[in-house]
């Protein structure tokens, strides 16, 4: 018995593993944060950010209209490492002051004023980052719109938090003169040392100069090539929770013929354990093929997805040899014409008989192509068709006419219908017909009888001659032109832009002049929205330059934040190009989101290193040094937070889950290996085209005249 298929089964399915991974991320990023703070009063306050901003960000939906579905929570799961890192960054800085012999609520004055910029750049530069984003069009916007929107929301609500309530928190809870337990002593031992140890690494690297610029020049270099290596596609392949299936039959086979295959092939799937219910559905979409959809178990209760099982079934099906029939996955974006994922289009204004030519020896090079476990052309001339020749002189001497002829065919043969009947409410049409044993075959057609003149019925075989031709089924257009359609379906690890690829390739040597090709089906979506986001990427990159060229007063400073954005795209590049995802909608999203959590690092060091310049008279060596040495904690704890609280991701099963991975797999990868170059290669690049920040003595003596003269007022 067939089981309707239910979208809404993969969706809720995909929204409780998101909530769940909600759940996860939070606990993970509280573990972390207690192993890098190693005190729970530290920890509270960071940890008060995220319920508050997430609230918050549920205000900014409710405003905007926003629903909770799979994309807004998939924001929320990337929200929960996001609005830890400014609340991070603000105790860290508090806590260093306090250590160094502030009382908390000096402290918390201090600390919040130095880091108070640094924060509203950060704040600014993250949620500029998903602007582009918001205001894109076609699928890609239409689905990434409330994403963007939501954790830009989140962030903004976040930066607010931590430049409000966390200093407040911290000029009460933390403590002064605290004697630190054991853990604690021993979590402050091992990020001293460590401090120790970069910054003895940074001395060697700095005598080293030019050959840490070499490094970074071929990191640059690299970029375009691990591009090439990446497979390409709209979207990854999901479970959906069914398996559609597509058969073509020879093209003089009959209805009977194709049910009978059917029903040997709905009978194979009915036996796989992970296949709930089946339904064959034959002469659709053309009358010598057949459709048919497998609904799967649920997720939890079967081991293999769609994917897998189609290609276990495919040697099955091709034992078939009635039909060949091929099993594909569902359409990933709505918005798809329907048909085989891949359908390559061909068209000219020259005739069918010319262009079936052509057509076919793009199908044989496609078949030859093993990346193509089924093509077919919608254009062969393969069609039986009768070509009725009837003797006018013979008829007219009868007094037959040519009406009464085809009314006589058209009657017998269910040209059109005689009337409508009412069964149980509903109208049916009313088709004349003869019985099929008597139109088998076109010989049939001689013992139909037509009236003459005269009253006596003639038979059809002393007026007419049928001549069986070779014709298409269809007569298809594209555009208004005449076209063919080569429709294919790819086997498993071959990407859509590969098969785009081989389609354009094939273009250029097997489409003589007037003929030209184009898309439909996922192939289409594919070439119109597959590139959309590479411009937003440039946009958002174009924003973060505008943003910091103001707070720094600088466009050198700038640059210099901005050279880590490479360096971390190549740790999302190399484990793309490892395997580990396709370039999709899903990894360019995380794409950007890696530029604004990268740049976070550059403006935390670039900011201290201007102060440092400003107000201590450092040179840039010395001050970047300083600069990178003092950061180098929340660095190292921002990342660690983002990082753990997408490891759920990076494990997720079920509906959904191959998006989530590709995003968690981005950002992790691009952040971790991104945050080695910042802290060893940012430092080096800032000491040779960072700007030459110098301030009078007069101005940094009343700046600081100032500062203190505030503070006591505020005691």
């Not at 004023?113 to 918001?134: G, K, N, Q």
């Amino acid at each position: 018995m067939y089981k309707r298929q239910d979208s809404t089964i993969a969706i809720e399915e995909s929204i409780s593993e998101v909530v769940k991974t909600i759940v996860e991320a939070g606990l993970i990023v509280l573990i972390v944060m207690i192993l890098f703070l190693g005190s729970w009063r530290a920890v509270i306050i960071p940890i008060i950010t995220i319920p508050l901003s997430l609230i918050g960000v549920l205000v900014v939906m409710q405003m905007f209209g926003f629903t909770i579905n799979l994309m807004t929570l998939l924001a929320m799961v990337l929200a929960i490492g996001l609005v830890v890192d400014d609340a991070i960054v603000v105790v860290e800085n508090i806590d260093r002051h306090i250590k160094a012999g502030e009382d908390p609520f000096r402290a918390a004055i201090i600390g919040t004023r130095e880091i108070a910029v640094p924060v509203i750049s950060m704040t600014i530069t993250l949620a500029a980052v998903y602007a582009p984003i918001a205001l894109m069009g076609g699928i890609t916007g239409s689905l990434f719109t409330e994403f963007a929107l939501t954790l830009a929301g989140s962030v903004f609500v976040s930066g607010i938090v931590a430049l409000t309530l966390s200093p407040m928190m911290c000029s009460k809870m933390l403590k002064s003169n605290h004697q630190p337990n054991r853990f604690e002593r021993t979590v402050e031992a091992v990020l001293s040392g460590l401090t120790e140890r970069y910054s003895r690494l940074l001395d060697k690297l700095m005598t080293r100069r030019p050959a840490v610029i070499f490094f970074a020049l071929l990191v640059f270099i690299s970029l375009p090539f691990l591009f090439k290596f990446i497979p390409a596609e709209l979207a990854p392949k999901e479970d959906k929770g069914a398996l559609m299936m597509m058969s073509k039959a020879p093209a003089n086979a009959n209805l009977d013929y194709i049910e009978n295959s059917m029903r040997v092939i709905t009978a194979e799937l009915s036996k796989q354990p992970e296949v709930q219910s089946t339904l064959g559905i034959s002469g659709v979409p053309n009358a010598n093929q057949a459709f048919g959809i497998a609904i799967m178990k649920p997720w939890s209760q079967r081991e293999k997805n769609p994917k897998e099982l189609a290609t276990a079934l495919q040697p099955t099906f091709n034992s078939v040899a009635s039909v060949a029939t091929t099993a594909f996955q569902m359409p990933e974006l709505p918005g798809s014409s329907g048909g085989l994922p891949v359908q390559f289009v061909i068209t000219t204004s020259n005739p069918f008989e010319s262009l079936v030519s052509i057509a076919s020896d793009v199908l044989a090079a496609t078949q030859a192509n093993p990346n193509f476990v089924y093509s077919e052309l919608d254009l062969a001339f393969d069609s039986a068709t009768m070509k009725i020749k009837i003797d006018r002189d013979k008829a007219g001497a009868y007094g037959v006419t040519m009406q009464d002829i085809g009314i006589t065919l058209g009657t017998l043969l269910s040209d059109g219908y005689l009337n409508r009947i009412d069964l149980d409410g509903r109208s049916y049409e009313v088709i004349a017909q003869v019985e099929r044993k008597y139109r088998l075959s076109p010989d049939k057609l001689g013992n139909f009888f037509v009236k003459a003149k005269n009253g006596d019925m003639l038979p059809l075989s002393n007026l007419i001659t049928i001549d069986v031709v070779a014709e298409p089924r269809s007569l298809p257009h594209f555009n208004q032109l005449n076209s063919a359609t080569i429709g294919a379906v790819l086997a498993p690890g071959f990407a859509m832009g590969d098969a785009i690829n081989f389609f354009e390739e094939l273009s250029t040597t097997k489409l003589p002049q007037g003929y030209r090709h184009d898309y439909l089906g996922e192939a289409r979506q594919f070439v119109s929205e597959g590139g959309a986001l590479y411009m937003t990427f440039l946009l958002a990159i174009l924003i973060i330059f505008l943003v910091l060229a103001s707070q720094f007063e600088s466009i050198r400073d700038p640059l210099v934040i901005l050279m880590t954005v490479p360096l971390a795209i190549s740790g999302a590049l190399v484990a793309l190009a490892w395997g580990a995802a396709t370039m999709n909608i899903y990894t360019q999203v995380g794409l950007i989101t890696l530029v604004g959590l990268i740049t976070k690092h550059g403006i935390l060091i670039a900011e201290v290193a201007k102060e440092e310049q400003l107000h201590h008279g450092l040179g840039r060596i010395d001050a970047v040094k300083k600069a990178a040495t003092v950061r180098l904690r929340p660095i190292l704890m921002t990342t660690a937070a983002m990082v753990a609280g997408l490891i759920p991701l990076l494990f997720a099963t079920g509906a959904g889950a191959v998006s989530r991975f590709g995003i968690g797999i981005v950002i992790v990868a691009g952040l971790s290996i991104g945050t080695l170059f910042t802290l060893l290669i940012l430092p080096v690049i800032y000491s040779f085209i960072a700007s030459s920040h110098k301030a009078s003595e007069e101005f940094d003596e009343t700046l600081k005249h100032k500062v203190h003269e505030k503070i006591e007022q505020l005691d």
